[in-house]
């Protein structure tokens, strides 16, 4: 089993930024850990992910402003948020995925509130 236990967020005005990190407890092996956020009204998406191997993938409509990184040692992830938009407003969701026999097993963090607005 893993735990994950999100810190950071909390509110920024526009064009600031934030940084969210996670740390991973248990033993499994995560192939890929990452973020995503889930707005009042709307389904949760993925934001930025990142395989073991360092490989990356963002939504478009952070690609440029967000940035994952993985310390696998240490077994966390952290998302820098640069010029941060009122749009990116949402409760931010640490996860991690390993992989039992053929099947993705997802593993979510309690989720953290960031709110950008003036």
């Known amino acids: 089993q893993v735990q994950l236990v999100e810190s950071g967020g909390g509110l920024v005005q526009p064009g600031g930024s934030l940084s969210l990190s996670c740390a991973a407890s248990g033993s499994e092996f995560l192939f890929a850990m990452g973020w995503y956020r889930q707005a009042p009204g709307k389904e949760r998406e993925l934001v930025a992910l990142?395989?073991?191997?360092?490989?990356?993938s963002y939504a478009a409509s952070v690609k440029g402003r967000f940035t994952v990184s993985r310390d696998n040692a240490k077994n966390t992830v952290s998302l820098q948020m640069d010029s941060l938009k009122p749009e990116d407003t949402a409760v931010y969701y640490c996860n991690a995925k390993s992989l039992i026999l053929t099947r993705t097993q997802n593993y979510w963090g309690q989720g953290t509130q960031v709110t950008v607005s003036s």
């Open positions: 990142i395989s073991s191997t360092g490989s990356t």
